[in-house]
């Protein structure tokens, strides 16, 4: 290696691969003394080479920077940044530790990581991950794009990269299981269910081992590295190799026609609370990277996990502008669902901001104007903003929608007039004129709670495995077992769960708003009533392949009806439905039993609503009874030639339960009985 040490420049920011060496750039304010260890190896306990910066030469304003000729792409490092430690001021520094680059695009992780070692006194270098010198620059995209594909014609699979091929039966080679290569290897299954958009549960650089003792962070809501691909999630064994096969995976998607929208978490990092890990920003400037107390000694805690970045602050906002921006442009990603959204709303004293600058900037940066942004428009400390949300192309995930259609489902009272208002595309929640109805976001189950089968199938959680005395996880999930409490051989039960499961996925896919479906939903994945799987990194949390034939007639179901409810122009439209009216292109007419008469009382247990686009050719009638007896539904007239046709009847049995267009039975009468807790749909065709 080269001897020389140079100057080095203040930007950009992170380690830079130029044609004379790389460029090592880092924020730290009031740090007096910054080393940059070089190691040759990850479980390295000493660095090949430290290199002291000096303050008159390797210092501009609150950079601290330097250029090493002869370095190249692969290398690891670290820093060491010693200043004081006054917690009373804010300052956390602790020169015996080695902190990650915020800004490395790649982290290795040894052997011998062990989270606790940031924690005790004393070096810490061979258990600590070490960031990675990569070359952006050096990867061929083959001419990749965006796809761009508007909210409406949107369906989202929101999925675990980890999880989706974990399980060993997944027919993934056992190198390949739970990474970007596996997904590759099923993406053909993707396309088959004719989602257009996977939303990857976090992938940005995180710790698994931020769990309780025995357990894994799964889920990754636990971030150290904004930039860097996970490095557990890849199937290669050099350093910079999850830079290139995440870009592999994505590249393959976008071939396949699918978007990549990735869950970013920018409200809080691994480092948690006063007694965690000084892994990276507690130890470069932890009065700059996060909301303190007033007192300055604790955390304030608006994420749940101990602290909260102060993502308004100009540095952290930097931080995050640049990293979306690499996300975009370096690595393809078409969009993002920022994780409790609501906590970049507050200023650095943690009160709420009218117009925040970070949300602001996100939604008119230019590299980010093709991209999605969708914002979980709540924190975990009550400040919550669905419908309020600022800004103008922001999404939002609609909470609102998959309760109140839970509770219709479940047969609970005083649920209709708010099914409704969720089928429209909540106008109620989101008044706003000119705001498109598919920027909400609707879903009935996602990664955090039951899944679908598991919704269907408990009364309660069953969190016992999470090592917390089942106190974790939601209380409030509006679920019914349909009268057994988990796995049943009883069959009326069985028929009933089935018949609950496709309700639900009726009233998702033909409401206005973007549906989002939870990884293997189609397919009946089951939890065991957990319903906070975060450390659960087994069986529990993936994705079951046998269930693929074990749930076939579930599968047919989801696959047909997706493709139904795409193919109609009614539910790709830009446009709240509303009331017919004169030159209207598209409109909804609620109907209850009797046509015209729907019934928005609080015992009522039943909804018809009629569809029709006349420039579009659909006609289309819905009605769905959550009431425990049959009802008997009139049907809206047709003009002559024309006869309703069944698509769907959630009480038969397949193959009836859903019919192609082409072959679907003709409705004989001018009523429909719907049987107990069924849906039904019909379209108008020529007799």
């Given at each position: 290696?080269?001897?020389?040490?140079?100057?080095?420049?203040?930007?950009?920011?992170?380690?830079?691969?130029?044609p004379?060496?790389?460029?090592f750039?880092?924020?730290?304010?009031?740090?007096e003394?910054?080393?940059?260890?070089?190691?040759?190896?990850?479980?390295?306990?000493?660095?090949?080479?430290?290199?002291?910066?000096?303050?008159q030469?390797?210092?501009?304003?609150?950079?601290?920077?330097?250029?090493l000729?002869g370095?190249?792409?692969?290398?690891?490092?670290?820093?060491?940044?010693?200043?004081?430690?006054?917690p009373?001021?804010?300052?956390?520094?602790?020169?015996?530790?080695?902190?990650?680059?915020?800004?490395?695009?790649?982290?290795?992780?040894?052997?011998?990581?062990e989270?606790k070692?940031?924690?005790?006194?004393?070096?810490n270098c061979?258990?600590?991950?070490?960031?990675?010198?990569?070359?952006?620059?050096?990867?061929?995209?083959?001419?990749?794009?965006?796809?761009?594909?508007?909210?409406?014609?949107?369906?989202?699979?929101?999925?675990?990269?980890?999880?989706f091929?974990?399980?060993?039966?997944?027919?993934?080679?056992?190198?390949?299981?739970?990474?970007?290569a596996?997904?590759?290897?099923?993406?053909?299954?993707?396309?088959?269910?004719?989602i257009t958009?996977?939303?990857?549960?976090?992938?940005?650089?995180f710790?698994?081992?931020?769990?309780?003792?025995?357990?894994?962070?799964?889920?990754?809501y636990?971030?150290?590295?904004f930039?860097?691909?996970?490095?557990?999630?890849?199937?290669?064994?050099?350093?910079?190799?999850?830079?290139?096969?995440?870009?592999?995976?994505?590249?393959?998607?976008?071939?396949?026609?699918?978007?990549?929208i990735?869950?970013?978490?920018?409200?809080?990092?691994?480092?948690?609370?006063?007694?965690?890990?000084?892994l990276?920003?507690?130890?470069?400037?932890n009065r700059?990277?996060?909301?303190?107390?007033s007192?300055?000694?604790?955390?304030?805690?608006?994420?749940g996990?101990?602290?909260t970045?102060?993502?308004n602050?100009?540095?952290?906002?930097?931080m995050?502008?640049?990293?979306?921006?690499y996300?975009?442009?370096?690595m393809h990603v078409?969009?993002?669902?920022?994780?409790?959204?609501s906590?970049?709303?507050?200023?650095?004293?943690?009160?709420?901001?009218?117009?925040p600058p970070?949300l602001?900037?996100?939604?008119?940066?230019?590299?980010?104007?093709?991209?999605?942004?969708?914002?979980e428009?709540?924190?975990?400390a009550?400040?919550?903003?669905v419908g309020s949300?600022?800004?103008?192309?922001?999404?939002?995930?609609?909470?609102?929608?998959r309760?109140?259609?839970?509770?219709f489902?479940?047969?609970?009272?005083?649920?209709?007039?708010?099914?409704?208002?969720r089928?429209?595309?909540?106008?109620?929640?989101?008044?706003?004129?000119?705001?498109?109805?598919n920027?909400?976001?609707?879903?009935?189950t996602c990664?955090?709670g039951?899944?679908?089968?598991d919704?269907?199938?408990?009364?309660?959680?069953?969190?016992?495995?999470?090592?917390?005395?089942n106190?974790d996880?939601a209380?409030?999930?509006?679920?019914?077992?349909?009268?057994?409490?988990?796995?049943?051989?009883?069959p009326?039960v069985?028929?009933l769960?089935?018949?609950?499961?496709?309700?639900?996925?009726?009233?998702?896919?033909?409401?206005?708003?973007t549906p989002?479906l939870?990884m293997?939903?189609?397919?009946?994945?089951?939890?065991?009533?957990?319903n906070n799987?975060y450390?659960q990194?087994n069986?529990i949390?993936?994705?079951?392949?046998?269930?693929?034939?074990?749930?076939a007639?579930?599968?047919?179901?989801?696959?047909?009806?997706?493709q139904?409810t795409?193919?109609?122009?009614?539910?790709?439209?830009e446009?709240?439905?509303s009331?017919?009216?004169?030159?209207?292109?598209?409109?909804?007419?609620?109907?209850?039993?009797r046509?015209?008469?729907?019934?928005?009382?609080?015992?009522?247990h039943?909804l018809?609503?009629?569809?029709?686009y006349?420039?579009?050719?659909?006609?289309l009638?819905?009605?769905?009874?959550?009431?425990?007896?049959?009802l008997?539904?009139a049907?809206?007239?047709?003009?002559a030639?024309e006869?309703?046709?069944r698509?769907?009847?959630?009480?038969?049995d397949?193959?009836?339960?859903?019919?192609?267009?082409?072959?679907?039975?003709?409705?004989?009468g001018?009523?429909y009985?719907?049987?107990p807790r069924?849906?039904?749909?019909l379209?108008?065709?020529?007799?």
């Open positions: 290696m080269a001897t020389d040490v140079l100057p080095g420049q203040s930007y950009p920011l992170g380690a830079t691969v130029r004379d060496g790389v460029n750039c880092v924020f730290s304010r009031n740090g003394r910054v080393e940059l260890l070089l190691f040759d190896d990850v479980d390295d306990g000493r660095p090949a080479r430290t290199i002291r910066l000096d303050p030469q390797n210092r501009t304003f609150y950079y601290w920077h330097v250029l000729p370095v190249e792409t692969g290398q690891l490092y670290g820093y060491r940044v010693h200043g004081p430690f006054a009373e001021r804010g300052h956390r520094f602790d020169g015996t530790k080695l902190l990650l680059d915020p800004y490395a695009r790649a982290v290795a992780v040894g052997r011998n990581y989270r070692a940031a924690t005790r006194p004393g070096d061979a258990h600590a991950m070490k960031s990675v010198v990569v070359d952006s620059g050096a990867y061929d995209w083959e001419r990749d794009t965006h796809i761009s594909l508007p909210y409406s014609g949107t369906v989202i699979y929101e999925m675990h990269v980890g999880g091929t974990g399980h060993p039966n997944s027919g993934v080679a056992a190198k390949k299981r739970g990474t970007y596996g997904v590759i290897e099923k993406i053909p299954y993707l396309q088959s269910l004719d958009a996977v939303e990857l549960l976090p992938v940005q650089q710790d698994e081992q931020n769990a309780p003792p025995g357990l894994t962070n799964y889920w990754g636990s971030p150290m590295a930039f860097a691909p996970h490095q557990g999630y890849c199937s290669g064994s050099d350093p910079q190799s999850p830079v290139d096969e995440f870009r592999d995976m994505v590249k393959a998607l976008h071939r396949a026609g699918i978007e990549v990735l869950d970013v978490v920018f409200n809080h990092t691994a480092e948690g609370d006063p007694t965690g890990p000084t990276s920003f507690r130890g470069l400037e700059a990277y996060y909301i303190l107390e007192e300055r000694t604790n955390y304030a805690d608006y994420s996990t101990g602290n970045l102060n993502a602050h100009s540095i952290v906002r930097r995050i502008m640049d990293s979306l921006r996300w975009v442009a370096e078409d969009g993002f669902r920022f994780d409790l959204a906590v970049m709303a507050r200023d650095e004293h943690g009160m709420p901001l009218e117009d970070i602001w900037e996100i939604e008119s940066d230019p590299v980010l104007a093709g991209t999605k942004i969708i914002a428009a709540w924190d975990a009550g400040l919550y903003q949300f600022i800004g103008h192309r922001w999404a939002e995930w609609n909470g609102q929608f309760d109140d259609v839970r509770r489902v479940k047969g609970d009272r005083e649920t209709v007039p708010r099914l409704a208002a089928i429209q595309g909540s106008p109620d929640l989101y008044p706003r004129p000119g705001r498109e109805p920027r909400s976001i609707n879903f009935v990664h955090d039951f899944t679908l089968n919704l269907v199938s408990y009364n309660r959680k069953h969190n016992e495995e999470n090592g917390e005395g106190r996880g209380n409030a999930n509006y679920s019914w077992n349909c009268g057994r409490e988990g796995p049943t051989d009883d009326a069985e028929a769960r089935q018949r609950q499961i496709r309700n639900l996925l009726v009233i998702l896919l033909i409401s206005q708003g989002m939870l293997g939903d189609e397919v009946r994945r089951t939890q065991g009533g957990n799987a450390c990194d069986e949390s993936w994705f079951d392949w046998d269930d693929l034939e074990r749930h007639d579930l599968l047919r179901f989801t696959r047909g009806l997706i139904f795409q193919a109609r122009p009614i539910f790709r439209e446009r709240f439905w009331a017919p009216q004169e030159n209207e292109s598209s409109h909804i007419i609620w109907h209850g039993v046509l015209g008469q729907p019934d928005w009382g609080a015992p009522s039943s018809a609503l009629e569809l029709h006349p420039e579009a050719g659909d006609h009638h819905v009605m769905l009874n959550a009431y425990w007896e049959p008997e539904f049907l809206p007239p047709l003009p030639g006869r309703w046709r698509i769907v009847d959630t009480a038969l397949a193959p009836e339960d859903f019919r192609e267009p082409g072959s679907a039975p003709v409705v004989e001018e009523a009985r719907v049987e069924a849906s039904v749909l379209m108008s065709a020529a007799g």
